[in-house]
């Protein structure tokens, strides 16, 4: 079974300019989450979709920030216009229930796209 | 409001040697406790959980880690080292019941084993 993938592996970006990252869950689950990860600090929360739908959004830091997944399969994290506080590791994850409907739902996580803005 | 600590930025661990790796944790109600770990250029793996039982979780890789309770700690602990161990931990806890269900993650620790 592949697991979560994302893609890019890395990419640098000048202030200003726009960035799109793309995850795709493992088949079959229809949670799907991002995650952030700025040099040294906590993992933390962003979104999260049920199937083509949001779910939860009160992670996203502000409107420069716009995800997607259309048919709900891969989505997709736009981040426009980017700035240096954005820089970091965006992890996605998805799990095939809600995590929390069945205490320690396990999310499987993708191996991260490393943004730098510079 | 649910929290979590990893006081060490880097535990570093000679190869053979007992390893720990600490984590604390805030809940308002009971917890659920995680460890993940991230090696170089990969996705974070799930290690083992603590939902309710035995406070000594067993886990993959030969990990395990103890709940208890009255320190609100759940550190993470392996008899013996291994340099392939060297990797980024995780602790995460997600509080219950009704509390939110998205875990809450630390800093994340190093953990630097030597030959």
């Known amino acids: 079974e592949a697991g979560v993938t994302q893609f890019p592996s890395h990419s640098v970006i000048e202030k200003g300019q726009t960035v799109t990252l793309r995850c795709d869950p493992i088949s079959g689950h229809d949670n799907l989450y991002w995650y952030r990860r700025v040099m040294g600090k906590e993992i933390k929360f962003l979104l999260h979709?049920?199937?083509?739908?949001?779910?939860?959004e009160s992670g996203m830091p502000n409107n420069r920030f716009l995800a997607e997944r259309t048919g709900g399969t891969y989505s997709t994290l736009k981040v426009q216009p980017a700035e240096l506080e954005d820089s970091g590791v965006y992890f996605c994850?998805?799990?095939?229930?809600?995590?929390?409907?069945?205490?320690?739902?396990?999310?499987?996580f993708g191996p991260g796209t490393r943004l730098t803005v510079l | 409001a649910q929290s979590v600590a990893q006081p060490e930025d880097q535990v570093n661990v000679a190869e053979g040697n007992p390893l720990t790796v600490k984590c604390t944790y805030s809940v308002s109600g009971n917890p659920y406790l995680f460890w993940y770990v991230q090696y170089p250029n990969r996705g974070l793996q799930f290690l083992l959980k603590?939902?309710?039982?035995?406070?000594l979780v067993k886990g993959s890789y030969g990990f395990e880690a103890e709940f208890n309770k009255s320190q609100t700690s759940f550190h993470l602990k392996k008899p013996s080292a291994l340099v392939s161990d060297s990797a980024l931990y995780f602790c995460?806890?997600?509080?219950?019941?009704?509390?939110?269900?998205?875990?809450?993650f630390g800093r994340g620790t190093s953990l630097i084993v030597h030959p």
């Open positions: 979709f049920v199937k083509e739908s949001k779910q939860d």
């Open positions: 995460a806890v997600r509080d219950s019941p009704g509390g939110s269900y998205i875990p809450t």
């Open positions: 994850a998805s799990s095939q229930d809600l995590i929390g409907l069945r205490p320690g739902d396990t999310q499987y």
């Open positions: 603590y939902i309710t039982g035995d406070n």
